[in-house]
C-alpha cells in the first residue's frame, strides 16, 4: 500500500516544516489511536466477543533534541482526543521504548526522534502492542486516518520513569558481574537518549568508561559525533589506548564499534562476529542471519562459510525482523549499526549490540581487531545524490540502462544497488565489485547517468 508521510523509519523531516509540527503531530497520534481502534475490534471480531471501548495507555519516549518537548505535548493531546491514555517515558533510547511497550501491556509505543539526523530535524517511530514496529499496511491506515486538526486543549501528561531502569537492569544481566573490570571503553551518546543509560550499565560492570558527546543541550545532538561522526571515537581509542570505543546514534537504535587499534567496524563487521561466534556454539537459531541489500557481499562469503545461511532484505531495519519471524531467526541488522538480537529485544538496540560483541571478546579472549578478520569485504563504494524529487526510477531510461549494462560486466563477481533514501530526497548509488577500480568507475558511470534523468541538487 502506497504512503505518503511514512518512510522506511516513522514520519521524519525539518522541525516547524510543512510534516513535523505540532498540528501534524497531534493529527497523526490521533489516527493512529484510530488504527489501533480497528486494531482491537478485528481481533474482537475474530474471537467472536464484543469489540473493547477503551483504548488505553499509549508510551511516549523522546530524544534530547529541544523540539521534542513540543512535539511530546501535541502527541499527548491528539492521543488523549481520540480516547487513549498518554504516559510519557521522558528521554528514553528507542530500544527501551519499545521494550516498555511490551513489558507494560501498553497499547502502543511512540518515539519522538529523527535518529542520526541532525537537531533540526525530528519525527515519530510507532512501535505496536508487541513492541515490533509496524507494517506498511498499518502505516498506510494509519495515514488514511488522518483527520482535522485537533482542538482539545492540553493537560497534564502523565510520567513513568520506570522504564529507564528497567532497561537499565536487563542490559545489566548480559554479563556476568564485573565482567569489564580494568577494561578502558570510550563512549560516545551523540549527545542523545543514550546518555544516561548506555554509560552506567558499562561502569556497573567494573569498566572505566571515557565519555564523548555526553552533554545533550538541545541543539547538539549528533553534531560531529555519534555513528555517523566516528572520527573523535577512534582518535580517543588510539589516544587513550582503550579496549575498544562504542557510538550510538541519536536515539540509541544503532552502534558502531572502534577496535583498540582506532579502526571503526560497521553493522556488517559487527553482525559477521555475532553470527560466525553464534555458529561456532551452535547457538545460531535456524543457522540464519538476515540482513538487507545494503549490506557487503562479504557477509554471505563469511556466513555460508561457517555453515550457516543468509537471507536479504530491503532496507530498513522494520524490514530486517519482518523478515527475521518470517525465517524464525533471532538475529539481523544493517551495515549502518542497526543490530537486531530478537531474543533480547524487539527492535534494533545499540547498547544490546555493544554488549554482545563484548560477550564474544570475553568468550574467545581476542581483541577486537582479530575478531573482525571473519569478515573479508568486497570493495564497495557508495554515493548519495540530494534531488528535488523522487521521480520513479522505472523513468529514468539513462539510469536504467547504465544499471543493466554493469549488472551485466559484474556478473556474480558484483552488483549495483540504486534506490531512494526513505527518510531523505537522497539517491543512493552502491557499487561492488572485483577491484577498486571497477567500483570506481561504477559509481562515476552511475552519478553521471542519475544526473542526466534527475534533477540533482
Request: proline share 4%; aromatic share 2%.
Amino acid at each position: 500500500m502506497k504512503r505518503s508521510y511514512f518512510g522506511t523509519d516513522g514520519v521524519r523531516g525539518p522541525y516547524g516544516g510543512p510534516l513535523i509540527n505540532e498540528e501534524f503531530a497531534a493529527r497523526l497520534a490521533a489516527a493512529a489511536v484510530a488504527w489501533l481502534r480497528g486494531l482491537g475490534e478485528r481481533r474482537q471480531t475474530d474471537r467472536g466477543s464484543q469489540p473493547a471501548t477503551g483504548v488505553g495507555r499509549v508510551l511516549i519516549g523522546r530524544d534530547t533534541r529541544s523540539s521534542g518537548v513540543a512535539l511530546e505535548a501535541a502527541v499527548a493531546r491528539g492521543l488523549r482526543a481520540a480516547g487513549a491514555e498518554p504516559v510519557s517515558l521522558g528521554v528514553l533510547p528507542t530500544p527501551a521504548v519499545a521494550r516498555a511497550v511490551r513489558s507494560s501491556g501498553a497499547r502502543l509505543g511512540l518515539v519522538i526522534t529523527a535518529s542520526h539526523n541532525p537537531a533540526s530535524d525530528n519525527g515519530i517511530k510507532f512501535f505496536g502492542p508487541d513492541g515490533a514496529k509496524l507494517t506498511d499496511e498499518d502505516e498506510a491506515i494509519i495515514e488514511g486516518h488522518l483527520g482535522e486538526a485537533v482542538r482539545l486543549p492540553g493537560a497534564p501528561l502523565a510520567v513513568d520513569e520506570g522504564a529507564a531502569a528497567e532497561y537499565i537492569a536487563m542490559a545489566q544481566a548480559m554479563l556476568a558481574p564485573q565482567a569489564l573490570a580494568g577494561w578502558r571503553i570510550v563512549l560516545d551518546t551523540a549527545n542523545g537518549s543514550t546518555c544516561a543509560t548506555s554509560p552506567v550499565v558499562l561502569r556497573s560492570y567494573g569498566a572505566e568508561v571515557l565519555a564523548l558527546g555526553a552533554a545533550p543541550d538541545g541543539i547538539n545532538i549528533n553534531a560531529g559525533v555519534g555513528s555517523e561522526h566516528p572520527e573523535q571515537l577512534a582518535a580517543m581509542v588510539r589516544t587513550m589506548g582503550a579496549n575498544l570505543g562504542i557510538a550510538h546514534d541519536g536515539d540509541g537504535d544503532r552502534c558502531l564499534l572502534c577496535d583498540e587499534r582506532g579502526a571503526v567496524l560497521d553493522g556488517d563487521e559487527i553482525l559477521t562476529i555475532l553470527a560466525t561466534h553464534a555458529l561456532q556454539q551452535h547457538r545460531l537459531r535456524n543457522k540464519t542471519l538476515v540482513i538487507t541489500v545494503q549490506s557487503n557481499l562479504g557477509v554471505d562469503a563469511a556466513i555460508t562459510a561457517a555453515g550457516g545461511r543468509v537471507l536479504r532484505t530491503a532496507v530498513g531495519d522494520r524490514y530486517v525482523i519482518e523478515g527475521m519471524c518470517a525465517a524464525g531467526a533471532t538475529m539481523g541488522g544493517e551495515s549502518s549499526g542497526h543490530i537486531i538480537c530478537a531474543d533480547i529485544s524487539p527492535t534494533g538496540d545499540g547498547l544490546v549490540a555493544a554488549l554482545k560483541v563484548i560477550e564474544v571478546m570475553l568468550a574467545t579472549g581476542r581483541p577486537l581487531s582479530e575478531l573482525r578478520g571473519c569478515l573479508r569485504k568486497y570493495p564497495q563504494l557508495t554515493a548519495a545524490l540530494q534531488v528535488r524529487e523522487k521521480r520513479d526510477l522505472k523513468l529514468c531510461p539513462e539510469l536504467a540502462a547504465t544499471i543493466a549494462a554493469l549488472e551485466r560486466e559484474c556478473g556474480e563477481a558484483g552488483r549495483v544497488l540504486v534506490r531512494y533514501s526513505g527518510t531523505e530526497t537522497r539517491l543512493r548509488l552502491l557499487a561492488e565489485g572485483p577491484t577498486d577500480t571497477v567500483v570506481q568507475s561504477a559509481i562515476r558511470r552511475l552519478t553521471a547517468a542519475a544526473r542526466r534523468d534527475l534533477e540533482v541538487l
